[in-house]
C-alpha cells in the first residue's frame, strides 16, 4: 500500500525514477578513501624495504672482518711498518725488502749498515728543527750531498766609467769572487727506551723517537749557528773577528759600540739601535732581522724615542715576531748577555749572510747491548753552516768603543 502511494506521488510531481544522489557520493567518498589507503599502504612496504637495505649495508660495513674503504692506497705503509718493526725488535728483514729507489729518504739500507728514519718521522723532526728559534728560521738553508758545500761571493764592484762617441775606453776594474766552503759535520743524539715500553704495541715509538731527536738536535744547532768554533761543528758568526764598523774588511763582522761599559748608553739609549740598524748597507735592510735573547730583549723594548713612542712593537698576527724599529726580532736564547764587550745583539740579512748546509737523510742505528735491559737509538745527520757574506751581518758591542 505504501510502494503505491509514493509511485504516485513521484509520478504527481513529475519526477524520473533513478539512483538517490546521496547514495553516489556516499559511494564515490568510499573509493576515494580506499584508494588513498591503498596508496598509503604502498609507499609503507617500500619505505619498509628501503629500511632494510640500509640496515643490512650497515650491518656488512660494520663487520669486524670487512678491510676498512680507501679512496687510496698509503704509499708510506710499508716504510712505517718496517720502520716500526726495525725500532720495537731489530727486525730489518722489511727494510732490506723494500724496494730500492732514487730519492734519499726512501733508501732503505745504508752501505755501512745505517737505516734512514721513515719520511713521515724524518719531516716531524725537520719541522720541529724549522720551527725552533734558532738562526735556521732567517738563514739561507741548503739540502747537499756532497762532504762539503762552496759559497761563491761577489765582493767587490764591477768599474764602469762615462764614455763618448769617439773615446777610447780605458780597462775598468774586474770583480773579485771569493770561495767559502762550508764542511758538514756530524750531529748526534742517542735517546733510548726499555724493551718493555717497545714491546707495548700502544707506544708510538716513531713519535717518542722524533721528538727525542728534534729536541736534541735543535739545541745543538742553535749554538753552534750562534758560537761554534768550526771543530767537529758549524762555524758560528760570532767567532769570526769583529772590528769597528769604521774599519771593516771582509773576513770580519764589523760592529757599533753603545758608549757605555756593558751597558746602554745612559743619556740617549735608544741612539746605538738606530746606530746599528743604519750601520748595514740599504740592500740588505730590507730583509734584515734582529736577533737577541730574551735577557737583552727586556731591556731593549722598554727604550722609547725623543718622543715618548717605544722602538718595540708586538706582532698584530698570531705566529708574528715582534719587531724593533720594523724589523723583526729573532729570540735565540744562545746569544751572550749585556756584558763588558759582549756582542749580545745583531742585526742583519741573515739569508744572505749565513748559510746552512745539511745532508737530506737521517740514519738510525738500534743498539740492545750497550745499556740492558734499554735499547739505545743512535740517530745521526750531517750539518754544517757558517758566515757566506761578511757585509750582510752587524753587531752591537756593549763597550765604549
Known amino acids: 500500500m505504501t510502494m503505491k502511494?509514493?509511485?504516485?506521488?513521484?509520478?504527481?510531481?513529475?519526477?524520473s525514477e533513478g539512483p538517490d544522489p546521496a547514495v553516489e557520493l556516499k559511494s564515490a567518498l568510499a573509493g576515494f578513501v580506499k584508494e588513498v589507503r591503498t596508496f598509503r599502504e604502498e609507499v609503507e612496504v617500500k619505505m619498509q624495504q628501503q629500511d632494510e637495505r640500509l640496515t643490512m649495508l650497515q650491518s656488512k660495513s660494520m663487520t669486524a672482518g670487512r678491510p676498512a674503504l680507501s679512496a687510496a692506497a698509503a704509499e708510506e705503509a710499508p716504510h712505517q711498518k718496517a720502520f716500526a718493526a726495525y725500532l720495537?725488535?731489530?727486525?730489518?728483514?722489511?727494510?732490506?725488502?723494500?724496494?730500492?729507489?732514487?730519492k734519499a729518504l726512501n733508501s732503505s739500507v745504508a752501505a755501512e749498515g745505517g737505516y734512514l728514519v721513515d719520511p713521515q718521522t724524518s719531516e716531524t723532526i725537520r719541522s720541529v728543527l724549522t720551527s725552533t728559534a734558532s738562526i735556521r728560521q732567517i738563514a739561507n738553508v741548503v739540502s747537499v750531498e756532497a762532504t762539503s758545500f762552496d759559497v761563491l761571493v761577489d765582493r767587490s764592484e764591477l768599474g764602469s766609467g762615462w764614455a763618448t762617441e769617439t773615446a777610447t775606453l780605458s780597462e775598468t776594474a774586474t770583480p773579485q769572487i771569493d770561495r767559502i766552503s762550508i764542511p758538514l759535520h756530524e750531529l748526534a743524539a742517542?735517546?733510548?727506551?726499555?724493551?718493555?715500553?717497545?714491546?707495548?704495541?700502544?707506544?708510538?715509538v716513531e713519535t717518542w723517537l722524533a721528538q727525542r731527536i728534534a729536541e736534541k738536535f735543535a739545541r745543538a744547532e742553535a749554538a753552534a749557528f750562534i758560537t761554534g768554533d768550526g771543530v767537529d761543528k758549524p762555524t758560528g758568526f760570532l767567532t769570526h773577528p769583529q772590528v769597528g764598523n769604521d774599519a771593516?774588511?771582509?773576513?770580519?763582522l764589523g760592529y757599533v759600540a753603545t758608549g757605555a761599559d756593558g751597558d746602554f748608553s745612559g743619556s740617549n739609549p735608544a741612539d746605538a739601535v738606530v746606530d746599528l740598524v743604519y750601520a748595514l748597507e740599504a740592500e740588505y735592510r730590507a730583509n734584515a732581522s734582529f736577533v737577541m735573547n730574551s735577557k737583552t730583549a727586556g731591556a731593549v723594548r722598554k727604550m722609547k724615542d725623543a718622543d715618548g713612542r717605544f722602538l718595540w712593537t708586538d706582532g698584530l698576527a698570531a705566529g708574528e715576531p715582534p719587531r724593533l724599529m720594523g724589523y723583526p726580532v729573532l729570540i735565540a736564547e744562545d746569544m751572550p748577555d749585556i756584558a763588558s764587550d759582549s756582542f749580545a745583539i745583531a742585526y742583519g740579512d741573515f739569508d744572505a749572510g749565513y748559510t746552512v748546509a745539511e745532508r737530506p737523510d737521517l740514519r738510525v742505528l738500534r743498539d740492545p747491548f750497550s745499556a740492558k735491559p734499554h735499547v739505545l737509538f743512535y740517530a745521526s745527520k750531517r750539518v754544517g753552516g757558517d758566515v757566506s757574506d761578511f757585509a750582510a751581518i752587524k753587531l752591537l758591542k756593549f763597550a765604549t768603543a
Do not use: H, I, N, V
Open 88 to 102: 720495537r725488535s731489530g727486525d730489518d728483514d722489511a727494510l732490506r725488502g723494500l724496494s730500492l729507489e732514487g
Open 248 to 252: 771593516w774588511a771582509w773576513g770580519s
Open 190 to 204: 742517542m735517546p733510548k727506551a726499555s724493551q718493555r715500553l717497545l714491546d707495548d704495541s700502544a707506544f708510538d
Open 5 to 15: 502511494t509514493e509511485s504516485k506521488s513521484r509520478a504527481g510531481t513529475g519526477m
